[in-house]
């Protein structure tokens, strides 16, 4: 017996619009995250229509996820408050 997921009516690429909607940002957000490869997506057709894989967005959303806990832990750490190391201390 094999774990798989409900199909769903998307199916497994979604346009620049399905991204958005998931993710309750414009399209223009959504087009911003492609266009600078922080979320990956492939261009299908001769006019170049992007698609992002159901399973990368739900890694993404994921990434993202712990990005945010990892903050939040490091905000209530002890170094916290310890200045980061800045590049004039190398000029």
Do not use: C
């Not at 991204?19 to 399209?27: C, G, P, S």
């Not at 600078?36 to 001769?46: Q, R």
């Not at 894989?53 to 945010?68: G, N, P, W």
């Amino acid at each position: 017996m094999t774990d798989s997921a409900p199909s769903s009516p998307l199916g497994r690429f979604l346009t620049l619009a399905d991204t958005a909607e998931i993710l309750n940002v414009t399209v223009s957000q959504a087009y911003a995250l492609v266009r600078t490869g922080e979320l990956p997506a492939i261009k299908i057709g001769g006019s170049g229509h992007w698609r992002i894989e159901r399973d990368v967005l739900e890694s993404f959303i994921a990434a993202k996820y712990e990005e945010s806990r990892r903050a939040a832990l490091w905000g209530q750490s002890a170094f916290a408050d310890l200045p980061e190391i800045g590049a004039e201390r190398f000029i």
